[in-house]
DNA sequence: ATCACGACCTGGAGGC
DNA sequence: TGCCTCCAGGTCGTGA
């Protein structure tokens, strides 16, 4: 499910659902592990976010950061199938809610992840980056860009193919397997593709084809193709507007030749074998 | 070190 | 109806 536009899109609409501004209250959960059978840190969130005010929501890559005015903010990954949502408290707990923020405005901001892939941790303010999970992520598409010399820089050398290049976080923070089969479609470029052997066209024509599909995808608020809603339990429209993923059979919207599925280190790939050439 | 693969977990879809 | 298999937006640990 939530690929960086997805993120950002539970990012902005918990913005603007006035999450800033309110102030935690209590702290609880359900007890299950997360992503890699790993308790939630049930004790820290609690010291870390009763009474404390949301001062913000950020992003970097797929993660999503709520900072508090103290001196630790609140860690996010979504995983597969997570959704953070800002209801009522009286509503009754989803199935898989496993992390619940009681704010003191009457709502709740809850952590809901069927297949537990998640993540929700602390992270001190400040020095984000120094968290496990951030300290090795490669630059964000979105808030800081991605150079296409920093692709080339990244690929030398590389022999995975180009697809499992792109969704290493650690090369660029946000791509998933949706966006890397859009991405290697408008940049014209074949998924069998060694990394290493990309040229300086093709890393600039990747750096363009990155930017411009999460972008149009956040406008459109993200892929929803089952699980994803926004914090207000809104799916997001960009669906509509996938070019290859989930359509092999149809024609390439480019030439018309077939889209063909293939599997790439265990995940689907969806390409056109006629226009992506490079 | 790099890379491919399976594991982690639940649920939905489709075949029989 | 039920049971089976396959598949899913991500990451992590293992072993070649």
Request: hydrophobic share 40%; proline share 7%; aromatic share 6%.
């Amino acid at each position: 499910m939530p690929e960086l536009p997805e993120v950002e899109s539970v990012r902005r609409d918990l913005v603007r659902r006035r999450l800033r501004g309110a102030t935690v209250v209590r702290v609880r959960g359900s007890g299950k592990p997360l992503r890699m059978n790993k308790p939630v840190p049930m004790a820290a969130l609690g010291r870390a976010a009763r009474g404390r005010r949301i001062v913000d929501v950020k992003r970097l890559g797929k993660y999503l950061m709520i900072e508090l005015d103290g001196p630790a903010s609140v860690l996010v990954h979504l995983g597969m199938t997570g959704n953070l949502l800002v209801v009522p408290r009286r509503t009754p707990w989803a199935p898989h809610t496993h992390v619940v923020f009681e704010l003191d405005d009457g709502r709740d901001l809850r952590f809901v992840d069927p297949r537990r892939f998640g993540m929700v941790d602390t992270v001190a303010r400040g020095r984000e980056r120094e968290h496990v999970a951030l300290a090795g992520l490669g630059p964000d598409p979105i808030a800081e860009g991605i150079p296409a010399s920093h692709l080339w820089d990244r690929a030398r050398g590389k022999a995975c193919k180009v697809k499992p290049f792109i969704l290493d976080q650690r090369v660029v923070a946000g791509v998933g397997n949706i966006y890397a089969s859009e991405v290697l479609w408008l940049a014209r470029i074949s998924p069998r593709r060694k990394a290493g052997r990309l040229g300086a066209d093709d890393a600039r024509a990747v750096s363009v084809a990155i930017d411009h599909v999460l972008r149009f995808a956040i406008d459109n608020g993200g892929t929803t193709l089952r699980d994803f809603v926004d914090a207000g339990g809104e799916p997001g429209e960009n669906g509509e507007y996938l070019l290859v993923y989930g359509r092999d059979g149809h024609p390439c919207p480019r030439c018309r030749t077939k889209i063909r599925r293939q599997v790439d280190q265990g995940r689907a790939t969806y390409f056109c074998p006629t226009c992506q050439k490079r």
